[in-house]
């Protein structure tokens, strides 16, 4: 299963963009890449996932250049709202295990 | 539809006591897992299923154990507390095990052992 590695924490503010980077060296073929925001005493909440190239939704964007083994999420304009913890988890079918894995994760803060 | 859903919400216990964290999904999901978050930390896979009947060890598995007799229901069993299993705990599902597809989150459970 690919391990990924992600920024601790950045900060940003208010209306600006912010661009999460996380690598996965080992991606598999079959691996699809997924996001997730997390907000204090909640559970996890899925943004985005991509296979390949660009993918974008209401709330971000989702880059993944070629070779895949690294992915970047961009939040376009944040807001305080969007101060949380983002994740990168990658996985795929019949992946050893099954398993589905989460890394560290960024603690994003948004500053007004 | 409810989406997942865990009870209790909060629970404190004495060392050595056992219990039982309670998951449902109205999904008809094959995939459910059991993960736990320490304070400021990310979240650790303990147990997952892929389907009825079938369990399996994640990351963190000692001190757990888990069943899945219907599709519909996973429970998380702590067979002794110890303190350290204070954290919160997730309870997720998603359609299969494939990555490609939304895992769903229960709220939680907030575990507390003296």
């Known amino acids: 299963l690919a391990k990924t590695t992600q920024p601790i924490s950045m900060d940003s503010y208010e209306g600006q963009e912010v661009n999460i980077t996380c690598s996965h060296n080992?991606?598999?073929?079959?691996?699809?890449i997924t996001w997730y925001q997390q907000f204090p005493s909640q559970g996890p909440r899925f943004i985005i996932q991509?296979?390949?190239t660009k993918v974008t939704n209401e709330v971000a964007s989702l880059f993944i250049p070629a070779d895949r083994k690294s992915s970047t999420l961009s939040l376009p304009r944040v807001s305080l709202s969007d101060t949380a913890v983002y994740y990168c988890?990658?996985?795929?079918?019949?992946?050893?295990?099954?398993?589905?894995?989460f890394g560290g994760g960024t603690r994003v803060l948004v500053k007004p | 539809n409810a989406g997942v859903t865990q009870t209790p919400k909060f629970q404190v216990l004495k060392t050595g006591q056992s219990m039982t964290l309670q998951c449902a999904q109205d999904?008809?999901?094959?995939?459910m897992s059991w993960y736990r978050q320490d304070p400021g930390m990310g979240l650790r896979l303990i147990h997952y299923?892929?389907?009825?009947?079938?369990?399996d060890q994640g990351e963190v598995p000692n001190g757990y154990n888990v069943s899945r007799s219907t599709t519909e229901d996973f429970p998380l069993r702590l067979l002794s507390a110890a303190p350290s299993q204070t954290s919160v705990y997730f309870c997720?599902?998603?359609?299969?095990?494939?990555?490609?597809?939304?895992?769903?989150f229960g709220p939680g459970t907030r575990l507390t052992v003296l």
């Open positions: 299923s892929v389907g009825a009947g079938i369990t």
């Open positions: 991509g296979y390949k």
């Open positions: 999904m008809n999901h094959e995939y």
């Open positions: 080992n991606i598999a073929t079959n691996d699809y």
């Open positions: 988890l990658v996985g795929g079918y019949k992946a050893a295990g099954n398993k589905l894995t």
């Open positions: 997720a599902s998603s359609y299969d095990s494939s990555g490609r597809h939304e895992q769903f």
